[in-house]
T-cell receptor, first 114, second 112 residues
Framework: EADIYQTPRYLVIGTGKKITLECSQT?????MYWYQQDPGMELHLIHY???????EKGDLSSESTVSRIRTEHFPLTLESARPSHTSQYLC?????????????FGNGTRLTVT | GQSLEQPSEVTAVEGAIVQINCTYQ??????LSWYQQHDGGAPTFLSY????GLEETGRFSSFLSRSDSYGYLLLQELQMKDSASYFC?????????????FGKGTTLSVSS
């Protein structure tokens, strides 16, 4: 089982604040992803990375940015949080294999912007 | 672009068999995956179909027909713990490779 960690687990923050959601994995996976999911809804791809210094935007960039300076670390930053950013953010990683490589998800960060 | 369609809800009783269908439209096809997510939990990988046919893993099976752009997840001998959301997913060809795009999910409720 992949070891992928997200912190914080829960976060309540005021509008306009800058926040960084942390994601780390210890499996040495090259590929990492950020998804946004509202309760009971589908997962929307926000950003992904295929390795160090590689980042791509998904369909829902969500006014956020990511960086990939180290293989194991893929933080997501919201420069100015808004109530519309209230959601669950899921980080995932996978091996550099083909399309069959499964995604391993972290437990998510539940963000509430007041 | 890509789109996936699956039913929003399915209900069944313990011991029954249920099939969750998924149709997809993609600009390029790289296989169909299924994930399970319990309420409040993280999605977990169930199965992958890259070629036509049936893949079986214990009580769960997944089927793919590439000519019909269609697949399904079959759950047998349902248990209460199978109550969860099930997502089909396909790869989308992005600029630097492929990323996994998910359907809207099917909520399965298993009752006794």
């Amino acid at each position: 089982e992949a070891d992928i960690y997200q912190t914080p687990r829960y976060l309540v923050i005021g509008t306009g604040k800058k926040i960084t959601l942390e994601c780390s994995q210890t499996m040495g996976h090259d590929k990492m992803y950020w998804y946004q999911q509202d309760p009971g809804m589908e997962l929307h791809l926000i950003h992904y990375s295929y390795g160090v210094n590689s980042t791509e935007k998904g369909d829902l960039s969500s006014e956020s940015t990511v960086s990939r300076i180290r293989t194991e670390h893929f933080p997501l930053t919201l420069e100015s949080a808004r109530p519309s950013h209230t959601s669950q953010y899921l980080c995932a990683s996978s091996t550099p294999g083909g399309a069959e490589s499964p995604l391993h998800f972290g437990n998510g960060t539940r963000l509430t912007v007041t | 672009g890509q789109s996936l369609e699956q039913p929003s809800e399915v209900t069944a009783v313990e011991g029954a068999i249920v099939q969750i269908n998924c149709t997809y439209q993609t600009s390029g096809f790289y296989g169909l995956s299924w994930y399970q997510q319990h309420d409040g939990g993280a999605p977990t990988f169930l199965s992958y179909n890259g070629l036509d046919g049936l893949e079986e893993t214990g009580r769960f099976s997944s089927f793919l027909s590439r000519s019909d752009s269609y697949g399904y997840l079959l759950l047998q001998e349902l248990q209460m713990k199978d109550s969860a959301s099930y997502f089909c997913a396909v790869r989308d060809q992005g600029q630097a490779g492929t990323a996994l795009i998910f359907g809207k999910g099917t909520t399965l409720s298993v009752s006794s």
